[in-house]
């Protein structure tokens, strides 16, 4: 990947979450932009890396991808699936693999903490509750053992908690540039030829 492809990749991105991400999050009292900005602040606040500031801020990129290409959606609360088109959407972007699987991973994450922590499902907003439904409800025992099998399941529920968090109104949002040069960054180092 050269340097007009990223810089490409990084505009799309950007113009994305510009363009659309004002747009209500699912019955939540914030934007989808506030909300994978305030994950994404979680996630460095945490003084975790850079793919988890980024998977962080592209969790839910799949409910932006409805502008650019045809989804199906979830009876009202958006994008059907939205967690396996964003992240097939960061790997033809050139993004890692432990982006896209983190991305990828955040609704089995939700349904495994409702298997697994009675209280987690009590703190799960209405609108939560309502696409846990959709999305295949509470784990049995065998999904749960296949997710705690994943060398990055503990990685999974802390973003799955940042998900969780990052539903404060009026949190000014940052600056979108901070961001575009860590996926720069990012996409430089994941696409260097060996």
């Keep these: 990947m050269n340097r007009e492809q990223i810089e490409q990749t990084v505009g799309e991105i950007l113009a994305l979450y510009r363009s659309y991400g004002n747009e209500d999050y699912i019955g939540e009292p914030v934007s989808q932009i506030e909300h ?10 945490g003084g975790y890396d850079t793919d988890m500031v980024l998977a ?10 409805e502008h650019i290409m045809p989804v199906a959606h979830m ?5 059907a699936d939205h967690e396996k088109l964003g992240a097939d959407y960061l790997r033809e972007k050139g993004f890692s693999e432990k982006i896209a699987r983190l ?7 939700k349904r495994y ?27 049995n025992e065998s ?17 799955r908690r940042w998900d969780e968090l990052a539903k404060k ?5 940052p600056d ?14 994941n696409n260097q030829p060996v």
């Design 36 to 45: 994978m900005c305030q994950c994404a602040q979680l996630a460095e606040e």
């Design 56 to 65: 962080a801020l592209f969790h839910d990129i799949g409910h932006l991808c």
């Design 75 to 79: 009876q009202g609360f958006g994008v």
């Design 103 to 109: 991305v990828a991973s955040h609704v089995e994450a």
């Design 113 to 139: 903490l409702t298997y697994s922590d009675p209280a987690y499902c009590e703190k799960l907003s209405a609108a939560s509750r309502e696409t846990l439904a959709l999305q295949g409800g509470v784990m």
């Design 143 to 159: 999904e749960a053992k296949a997710f705690e099998s994943d060398p990055l399941h503990g990685s999974y529920i802390t973003l």
């Design 169 to 173: 109104e009026h949190v000014p949002l």
């Design 176 to 189: 979108l540039t901070h961001f575009g040069n860590l996926m720069r960054e990012h996409l430089q180092n």
